[in-house]
């Protein structure tokens, strides 16, 4: 069920990194190797031709995880949060 709904987002949202990485790893974990590769390679050729950008350091990361390790790679690397705003008592 999540496979299809990720198809949906990454082809709806084409150079949308986290979507992918989110695909890949689904993909590889459900022993589907060679197709979250193939993600990989669509996303990278993608923005690579629209945009003139290579995949990000984190997906870049994953797909070289996919390539050289067991069934569950680590988790792509997420942006940075924002910094959240915290509240200090007065006084």
């Given amino acids: 069920e999540l496979l299809a709904e990720l198809t949906v987002l990454v082809s709806r949202y084409r150079t ?3 979507l ?3 695909f890949m790893l689904a993909l590889h974990r459900s022993g589907r190797r060679g197709e979250a590769l ?7 050729s993608t923005l690579v031709k629209d945009l003139g950008l ?5 997906l870049r990361r ?6 050289t390790t067991g069934p569950e790679p680590a ?3 997420q942006a940075p949060e924002k910094a959240k705003e915290r509240l200090v008592p007065a006084g």
Avoid at 54 to 58: D, H, K, R, T
């Fill in 16 to 18: 949308h990194e986290s």
């Fill in 20 to 22: 992918h990485g989110q």
């Fill in 38 to 44: 193939e993600v990989y390679q669509r996303l990278r």
């Fill in 54 to 58: 290579e995949p990000s350091a984190g």
């Fill in 62 to 67: 994953l797909q070289h995880s996919i390539l």
């Fill in 75 to 77: 988790a792509p690397a």
